[in-house]
């Protein structure tokens, strides 16, 4: 993602298309800050001064505080505070775990399968159309704005990559997507009844 948008509250929809990491890793640089408090490793992550440098505003600073229940718990931040629930994990007092209780399965006919298969089909396609307009959008955009020293057949390489990388992701997933809809063929019926087992709550 673009660094101006790492503090926005949804940043899952600002991810750049998966395909694109055939340029962008080459240009990634591993970093780790781990320390120590109380016996337990934390990971610090970037400086925040160092995220500051590349926003339009400061990234504001609130204190975590602890919440009595899950309920109570203020996940988005209320001024200079948060409140995060974090439970006491205490040792196993020597229960059997719960067994799962086992369901009925049940046929699923042919068309269906076939019908399921046509709708992935159609989502994959309207997906990764939407994925395509952003990447062409994004080499569009590097074009227009290369240093004047950038070789073009270097990022006209790179752009081929990330397209084959898209198309390459696309069949891949929609091959997963199949193999999982052919193994549904028997599938759990969740609307029988299930068995309660002993012991299980």
């Known amino acids: 993602m673009r660094r101006r948008w790492l503090i926005e509250p949804n ?26 408090i109380d016996g337990r490793p934390r990971n610090k992550g970037i400086d925040v001064r160092e995220v ?4 339009p505003r400061p990234v504001p600073r609130v204190k975590a505080i602890d919440a009595g229940s899950p309920g109570k718990a203020k996940y988005l931040a209320r001024g200079k505070e ?50 395509q307009r952003r990447i062409e959008s994004a080499q569009l955009k590097e074009l227009r704005d290369a240093p004047p020293e950038t070789d073009p057949e270097t990022l006209r390489r790179r752009h081929e990559a990330e397209r084959r990388a898209l198309e390459e992701q696309k069949q891949r997933e929609l091959e997963v997507s199949n193999q999982r809809l052919e193994k549904q063929i028997i599938k759990p019926d969740r609307k029988a009844k299930q068995r309660k087992v002993p012991g299980s709550k």
């Open 82 to 131: 948060i409140q995060v629930y974090r439970p006491e994990i205490r040792p196993s007092a020597g229960t059997s775990p719960s067994v799962t209780p086992k369901v009925q399965a049940r046929e699923i006919p042919d068309p269906a399968i076939q019908a399921r298969k046509e709708k992935v089909q159609r989502q994959f396609e309207s997906s990764f159309e939407k994925q």
């Open 11 to 36: 940043v899952r929809v600002k991810l750049e298309p998966s395909p694109r990491n055939v340029s962008l890793m080459a240009a990634t640089r591993i970093f780790s800050d781990y320390d120590d």
């Open 52 to 55: 500051e440098r590349s926003l």
